[in-house]
């Protein structure tokens, strides 16, 4: 699966609620780990900046043993969402 293609499954599921943060994560790093070689050094250092800021929320909340509140949620919603259009605007067409 290219991995634009599970970028996308990986949104679709976590906003149907099919994923929790700590497999999201997993998720997404598996994404930024297939995708990095198609990308420019400093696009891919952003792209783990992004992605280190959701692993920031999968910490607290592991170290917490909690789901997400729903503004952390939003949140996390919106960096999932930042993180994608980021990585599907700088992948080269096709992957």
């Known amino acids: 699966m290219k991995p634009s293609e599970r970028l996308m499954h990986i949104r679709e599921a976590w ?3 099919r994923l929790n943060v700590a497999s999201l994560t997993l998720g997404l790093d598996q994404v930024f780990h297939e995708a ?3 990308l420019s050094p ?3 250092s952003e792209a783990r900046s992004q992605w ?3 692993e920031v929320f999968n910490a ?3 170290d917490e043993y909690r789901p997400p509140t729903a503004e952390e949620k939003q949140e996390l919603d919106r960096l999932v969402d930042e993180f994608r259009t980021f990585i599907r605007e700088r992948l080269p067409e096709g992957r």
Do not use: T
């Open 52 to 54: 280190n800021r959701i």
């Open 15 to 17: 906003g149907n609620g």
């Open 36 to 38: 990095r070689d198609y």
């Open 60 to 62: 607290i909340l592991l």
């Open 42 to 44: 400093d696009d891919a």
